[in-house]
């Protein structure tokens, strides 16, 4: 009988054991390099993934249960490499990987890959449909097979897997050519920037490693408005990250039945018009706005969908369409710098803004929203991570960095967001909603009384 994964693993450890002796780290023993990076951790995740009941997770569905496997099974994979393998995944492979994916997105290889329901195709017969050279994508196919992006069949011979078919969509193949075009411009040259300041963090928009890498003097959001591309991989982008996340306003995140429609003033205005439930500053193209309605089809009041005049100007057709309710989402243009000209509304609801701002620019930003608020009714919800000081998510932790390469931003951790919120604006944090570990959620807010 062949032995099982628990027996391997003793023996790789009581070897391991045998050769580490009770030494201390030597700097200058290169052989450190070729050992396992966490031995001690490996039997432990082990058992906690043979312990998952296989038979009654259905990992489809069950969100929680799959990141939980996922971030064990990484944790695996950490463990049990060497650090020489983890530096050539990480410098060569898993570069060459990203751009060869965005080369087939160019070319359409994955469209001809997933015609005919996905069936076999050899590396020739692609090449001739996307007019390539045969040879050359032969050797990427065989890359990207070794990366698991798609399936070899047989020698030459490769099909798409679930990832592969999703590059043919355009939210996954528009944050590709995003990042490549605006955001790793500015991270791979943020060792530059920083060595430059003396290793300080950057702290405005306008002198950050985005302005750096790019060479311009424009900010990140006025790039993303210069060409059509930009804004259409941009908005791309946007869907991908928001696809999969629980709806925020579900019970599971923010239960917006309790806490935001039971205390909804229903008087009309004094103009005739009905009052307004919710404004979505900074909305993009009204993704969040789309979830409210799915979540609750018969809610009351109006819905206003805010954004710059580029941004309103592709907003989808169905955004016209009329609401379960006959009512339907209000488009207005609307710079949140300026004076917020819908007053007292329900709720006004950010979403990934405030973590493209330095805490200067927070302010001011949620001043003009505060002035509009009605004291002891109106809402203030932030969607946005709040970081754990402890077990951070990686989507937290990557983000973070970005919105300081792109932004001079951050994303915060609940100190940070108290400070700024309630010392800084002088709002009221009423509660903080959501999954928790990182993953984004709601902070609910409302204007401080004066004691």
């Known amino acids: 009988m062949a032995p099982s994964i628990q027996e391997l693993y003793h023996d790789i450890v009581d070897d391991a054991k045998y050769r580490r002796s009770s030494s201390s ?3 200058n023993d290169i052989s450190i390099n070729a050992r396992p990076c966490d031995l001690g951790r490996v039997s432990g995740l082990i058992d906690d993934i043979a ?3 296989w038979g009654d997770i259905d990992f489809s569905t069950n969100r929680n249960a799959r990141i939980s496997l996922l971030a064990k099974a990484r944790s695996l994979i950490a463990a049990l490499e060497t650090p020489r393998e983890t530096v050539l995944r990480h410098i060569g492979a898993e570069t060459s990987n990203f751009y060869t994916i965005v080369i087939g997105i160019e070319t359409n290889l994955f469209h001809e890959m997933a015609k005919d329901n996905g069936s076999p195709k050899t590396a020739t017969r692609l090449a001739e449909a996307i007019s390539f050279d045969p040879d050359l994508l032969r050797r990427i196919l065989r890359h990207l097979a070794s990366m698991n992006h798609i399936i070899q069949t047989g020698e030459d011979e490769y099909r798409p897997n679930n990832f592969s078919k999703a590059l043919t969509t355009s939210p996954i193949a528009g944050s590709y050519q995003f990042y490549r075009d605006v955001c790793l411009p500015s991270m791979i040259n943020l060792h530059k920037w920083l060595k430059t300041k003396s290793y300080q963090s950057p702290t405005t928009t306008i002198d950050n490693p985005f302005t750096f890498g790019h060479q311009t003097s424009q900010t990140f959001f006025e790039v993303i408005a210069s060409t059509a591309k930009n804004t259409e991989h941009f908005n791309d982008y946007m869907v991908a990250y ?6 925020w306003c579900s019970d599971s995140v923010y239960p917006a039945a309790d806490r935001l429609i039971s205390g909804f003033d229903a008087t009309p205005r004094p103009d005739g018009s009905d009052p307004v ?18 979540q609750h089809p018969s809610h009351p009041g109006r819905l206003v969908l805010q954004d710059l005049p580029s941004v309103i100007a592709v907003a989808p057709p169905c955004l016209a ?5 006959g009512k339907h989402i209000q488009l207005q243009e609307h710079d949140f710098f300026t004076p917020q000209h819908v007053v007292g509304a329900r709720a006004y609801y950010l979403h990934h803004i405030m973590h493209d701002w330095p805490d200067a620019k927070c302010v001011s930003i949620l001043t003009q929203i505060k002035k509009a608020m009605k004291p002891g009714y109106s809402r203030l919800l932030i969607n946005e991570q709040v970081i754990p000081e402890k077990k951070a998510s990686w989507e937290a932790t990557y983000l973070d960095l970005y919105m ?5 931003a951050r994303e915060r951790t609940e100190k940070e967001w108290r400070r700024l919120l309630e010392d800084g604006c002088g709002l009221k ?8 570990g990182g993953v984004e959620g709601i902070i609910e807010c409302e ?3 004066e004691e």
């Open 25 to 27: 780290f030597d700097p």
């Open 51 to 53: 312990s998952y009941n």
């Open 242 to 247: 928001c696809q999969g996340h629980p709806a």
């Open 277 to 294: 439930m919710l404004v979505d500053i900074g909305g993009n193209v009204g993704h969040d706005l789309q979830t409210f309605v799915s």
């Open 321 to 325: 369409s009329p609401l379960p309710s």
């Open 404 to 408: 300081m390469v792109l932004f001079g």
């Open 429 to 436: 944090v009423l509660g903080m909603y959501g999954p928790g």
């Open 447 to 449: 204007v401080a009384l």
